[in-house]
């Protein structure tokens, strides 16, 4: 079973500044997706960024990007310029890309402050 | 276009009272999956369904639990005799007839047992 961990339960960064936030995992296959999701009090889960483990080129939206190490199973978030807007509960998870695994696994999630 | 979803959003259930949450996938989407957030955790998979299948459930409770995803109308999550470890927030994702593409998420369904 495919495992998904994140060890920092809460980060804090300040206004303008950027910060990394990590996800490591476990898995056997070599065909998957990663993702992170980004989840504001208002408990709305929104896509941020997603990874097809295939590409070797790290994914970038704006002022969010990965950094996919394969090897080390590793995939962490990095936020630029961070926003007030950005305070947010941050989920990693994980998707098989084989037709029956259709479930996302989540991290356990890390919280992040913005300080202004 | 509108989104995924849920209703109701918040629900208050007594002990041994059914609960049922509704979710509505986005227009085209035909691939639902439910998940449940306990208080201070992640995202766990529940169960996954088509219109009318149910094709995996093996993160469903096997007791008191049930969903169903009908050719017409939304799909429903089934609570019978709730306990209070069954309040927590229910969301509901939907995706398009491949299955494999973006899962889109509703607000979701806040349980709370009394």
């Known amino acids: 079973a495919q495992t998904v961990t994140q060890s920092q339960p809460e980060m804090s960064v300040q206004e303008a500044e950027t910060v990394t936030l990590s996800c490591t995992y476990d898995?056997?296959?070599?065909?998957?997706?990663l993702f992170w999701y980004k989840q504001p009090p208002s408990r709305q889960m929104i896509l941020v960024i997603r990874q097809e483990a295939y590409k070797q080129q790290n994914a970038t939206e704006n002022r969010f990007s990965v950094n996919f190490q394969k090897a080390a199973k590793s995939f962490s978030l990095k936020i630029s310029d961070s926003q007030l807007g950005d305070a947010a509960m941050y989920f990693c998870a994980y998707r098989s890309a084989s037709t029956s695994g259709s479930r996302l696994t989540f991290g356990e999630g890390t919280q992040l402050t913005v300080n202004p | 276009n509108a989104g995924v979803m849920q209703n109701p959003r918040h629900l208050v259930r007594r002990r041994g009272q059914e609960a049922r949450l509704r979710c509505s996938p986005m227009k085209g989407h035909s691939h639902v999956y439910w998940y449940r957030q306990l208080p201070e955790e992640g995202l766990k998979f529940m169960v996954y369904?088509?219109?009318?299948?149910?094709?995996?459930e093996s993160g469903m409770p096997k007791e008191r639990f049930s969903a169903e995803f009908p050719k017409e109308g939304p799909s429903i999550l089934r609570i019978q005799q709730v306990v209070r470890g069954d309040s927590a927030a229910y969301f509901c994702?939907?995706?398009?007839?491949?299955?494999?593409?973006?899962?889109?998420f509703g607000p979701g369904t806040r349980l709370t047992v009394l």
């Open positions: 369904l088509q219109k009318e299948n149910i094709i995996d």
């Open positions: 898995t056997s296959e070599s065909d998957y997706y």
């Open positions: 994702a939907s995706s398009t007839y491949r299955g494999r593409d973006e899962q889109f």
